[in-house]
């Protein structure tokens, strides 16, 4: 039941960079979108990817409302810790109902 990882396309270094350069940059431009738009042309990442990373970055400072990063990493953990009780739960459901099963057919002894 190993999932494999994909590596992240960017990496952590690049995605703080694009961030930084966003507040840095911010006041030179008319909107948060035409910011956008033309830092992540200059990084060559998507205006939406640089747009996530920032709004991240701003809760994970708690600039912004809403789950930190570290948050969403328990919370993942606490979800796959939750599938993996459920599964063993089932299982032990399904074997309990087999022995019990089969103790029924087991002919009567006095």
């Known amino acids: 039941m190993d999932q494999k990882t994909v590596p ?23 909107s948060d979108n035409a910011a956008y738009c033309a830092i992540a042309s200059k990084l060559g990442c998507s205006k939406d990817s640089l747009r996530a990373w920032c709004v991240q970055a701003a809760r994970d400072a708690g600039e912004r409302a809403g789950p930190t990063s570290e948050d969403k990493a328990r919370i993942k953990a606490l979800e796959r810790e939750n599938r993996e009780l459920r599964q063993a739960n089932e299982i032990l459901k399904k074997a309990s109902a087999y022995f019990a099963q089969a103790e029924l057919d087991r002919p009567f002894r006095k």
């Open 8 to 30: 992240p396309r960017y990496t952590a270094e690049f995605r703080e960079r694009g961030v930084r350069l966003f507040r840095d940059h911010r006041s030179d431009y008319d």
